[in-house]
């Protein structure tokens, strides 16, 4: 394994923490836009364009297979030119997306265009997560000694999962008392408003110049980024059917599936992150995904509210420490002048499995009806444990 040098990186938490937060925030700010619609886009397809949990999936689904298309170059172009500015390119990217959602309301009369430009809109959308995301981790990975990676990509995650758990609420009040229209503002302002404080952080120190090729890159990370395909299928069911679950079994409001998910999900960053960089990824990965698996059971059969809300928290207390488990894993097997690469492949596989499971989660719901979307996507992620696994096994010998 090959690590920056030790002058070029900030040696203690504290320090590192410090260095992190105002990269934090700007994930926090960026991903705002990204919750606001969460819980209202699935909603306004159904309602307003009329269309079935098919036509869900497909513009859910649009954003994640965008994503997947721009990872690896993300991650690469952060490598190369930094972290900063594949955020500050990101950004941008986002306000298109927004301007995006506006036209697609002034065409909602011819409701096959008007959900084909929503559909650009959400893969705008999601090559902008990407630069964002990436060059966020690229950023903070860059700051801190290799004994922190764990933390940093945990704290990344928490800054995004707060963002839902605020962005959620505030996209379902908008939503109920403006419609759609103004979360697509919001959309398109705040990423530019964010771009003032990206302007004012500093740019993260160099790394070594010593590379690895795409190709070496995933054939050193592929068997974490399957782990995480498998694990990230719980989330994707959330995102894309948590709001039409409750909507079906007459539940008011749609908001607390999401930030029930969020919360759990920053509570168990916060007070067990440090699990993953203590005891190794894969073992921390393996406990975890029997929690998200046991949450997405209850949600999918739990026949109160309040137990499909802790279902939901389940899931996201669960899938918390998943991501920078398996993500360990996959840093720890590059030189560290292709963490950001490493991280964009890594994610790409997220991005992947969620492209493909989302139209195949809702035609799985006609068919069998939404509640058992979530028991089937409780078996994949149970899945990913003989990966966690066969990955523990590796650390040990």
């Not at 909603?43 to 036509?55: A, N, Y």
């Not at 966020?136 to 999962?161: D, E, H, K, N, P």
Request: charged letters at 10%.
């Amino acid at each position: 394994m090959h690590i920056a040098s030790s002058k070029n990186v900030l040696p203690s938490e504290p320090s590192v923490l410090r260095a992190m937060a105002p990269i934090m925030a700007i994930v926090l700010l960026s991903f705002a836009v990204i919750g606001m619609a969460l819980p209202v886009l699935s909603l306004h397809v159904r309602e307003r364009l009329g269309m079935g949990p098919f036509v869900v999936g497909m513009i859910s689904g649009s954003q994640f297979m965008a994503s997947l298309l721009c990872r690896p170059w993300a991650g690469g172009f952060a490598d190369r030119r930094g972290g900063k500015l594949a955020v500050a390119i990101g950004l941008g990217a986002a306000a298109v997306a927004g301007v995006l959602y506006l036209t697609s309301l002034y065409l909602v009369h011819l409701p096959l265009v008007s959900a084909a430009v929503l559909l650009i809109g959400r893969g705008v959308l999601g090559g902008a997560e990407s630069f964002i995301i990436t060059g966020a981790l690229g950023w903070g990975l860059g700051m801190a000694s290799a004994q922190y990676t764990g933390r940093v990509i945990a704290w990344v995650g928490t800054a995004m999962f707060a963002a839902f758990a605020v962005g959620a609420p505030a996209g379902a009040t908008l939503y109920e008392r403006f419609g759609l229209g103004a979360v697509a503002v919001g959309t398109m302002v705040v990423p530019l408003l964010t771009l003032l404080v990206v302007a004012l952080v500093r740019s993260g120190p160099p790394v070594a110049s010593e590379r690895n090729s795409p190709r070496a890159v995933l054939s050193a990370v592929w068997l974490p980024g399957l782990g995480l395909a498998l694990s990230c299928t719980g989330f994707g069911a959330i995102v894309g059917f948590g709001s039409l679950l409750f909507v079906e079994r007459s539940w008011s409001p749609v908001w607390p599936v999401f930030s029930s998910y969020a919360v759990a999900f920053i509570l168990a960053r916060v007070a067990l992150g440090h699990l993953v960089d203590r005891f190794g990824g894969a073992r921390v990965a393996l406990a975890f995904l029997v929690i998200e698996a046991i949450g997405l059971a209850l949600l999918g059969l739990g026949t109160t509210q309040s137990l499909a809300l802790l279902g939901a928290a389940l899931t996201g207390f669960g899938f918390s420490l998943v991501f920078p488990g398996f993500g360990v894993e996959a840093v720890k097997r590059v030189p560290a002048a292709n963490r950001a690469l490493a991280m964009g492949i890594y994610t790409a596989f997220l991005d992947l499995s969620l492209g493909l499971a989302s139209p195949l989660m809702g035609w799985f719901g006609e068919s069998a009806g939404l509640p058992m979307v979530f028991v089937g996507v409780a078996f994949a992620v149970l899945s990913a444990t003989a990966i966690a696994i066969k990955l523990a096994v590796r650390q040990s010998a």
